[in-house]
């Protein structure tokens, strides 16, 4: 087998909230570079790229200096014999834009390119960098690989709560006292990661809605603090788990503020391949401007 194959860790993560992959590529590179060298392993991939946000700068000299240790290992150049080809593992800064981090986008930045998300079919996994079969994952999947290999799919499986399966990163932020990075068991409620983890709303602040999985989403109330915090009951609320990350907003701050900034980030960083994306952002954050400052109109409304 003569071709090239790829892995490449997406560590883009440039949207507002989500601060997951920093902390991993900080603090655990190793555990990120062996769920990497593992895939690559099992799919015969002979190139692996850490694809890493540029303003992430601790991460990327702490993953470099990761590279430059297991390029030394023993274990690597078994890894290479088993492969029976050279093996590169490289960092490649991004573009350390939004759009960068859809996967096709990335490709295209790996290429050379704009980072232009493309249609699918075809997939990654059958023409990806340079044509060649590439497999694309989160840097938070990477790092669990390690540990499901050791311990096993069931014992993985049986950290969760409930039907869920495993362990998620929050990134927990806004009006909470103790903001930061938790790892749960997938499936806690919302009410326990807020209040239990996250120690409850600032001094003098209630609760008002959560932002899950970064600013996109459906926003949840207090009639959702009850959701277990998965991918199926999360989209049953009409929301979505997104990247784990969690944006507590408390009464007293403006809901149409707080989304019109979100939408002025979506407007700014459209790719601005799709009309109705790059011209109805720019549109709803001319809107939202508009009726967060109690200057809009019903006709506003009706638009």
């Not at 909230?17 to 895939?39: N, Y």
């Not at 950290?159 to 068991?185: F, M, Q």
Request: aromatic share 8%; glycine share 10%.
């Amino acid at each position: 087998e003569t071709g090239d194959r790829y892995v490449v860790c997406n560590a883009n993560e440039d949207e507002p909230g989500t601060f997951k992959d920093r902390f991993l590529l900080e603090h655990a590179p190793h555990q990120v570079i062996e769920g990497a060298l593992i895939a690559a392993v099992y799919t015969r991939a002979n190139n692996i790229i850490l694809y890493i946000n540029p303003h992430l700068t601790e991460s990327l000299a702490a993953t470099r200096e990761a590279i430059a240790q297991w390029q030394k290992h023993a274990l690597f150049q078994r890894i290479e014999t088993h492969l029976g080809k050279p093996l590169t593992i490289k960092v490649t800064e991004s573009s350390g834009r939004y759009i960068g981090g859809e996967e096709t986008a990335v490709i295209s930045w790996l290429e050379g390119g704009f980072p232009f998300p493309r249609r699918k079919p075809p997939f990654p996994a059958e023409s990806g960098v340079e044509g060649e079969p590439t497999l694309i994952n989160n840097t938070e999947t990477f790092a669990n690989i390690p540990q499901i290999l050791a311990k096993g799919a069931e014992w993985y499986k049986s950290l969760g709560l409930g039907d869920a399966a495993g362990t998620k990163l929050y990134s927990l932020s806004g009006d909470v006292l103790n903001p930061g990075l938790y790892e749960l068991p997938m499936g806690t409620t919302l009410q326990s990661l807020i209040f239990d983890h996250g120690g409850g709303m600032l001094e003098g602040r209630t609760f008002k809605a959560v932002f899950t999985g970064g600013p996109s989403n459906t926003l949840l109330t207090v009639k959702d603090l009850d959701v277990p915090l998965d991918f199926v009951s999360v989209r049953e609320r009409k929301s979505s788990l997104g990247t784990g990350a969690m944006i507590v907003i408390s009464e007293g701050t403006s809901v149409v503020r707080k989304v019109s900034e979100y939408v002025e980030f979506f407007a700014s960083n459209s790719c601005g391949q799709c009309p109705p994306c790059k011209g109805g952002t720019f549109q709803l954050s001319r809107l939202l401007n508009r009726v967060d400052p109690g200057i809009g109109t019903s006709d506003d409304l009706r638009a």
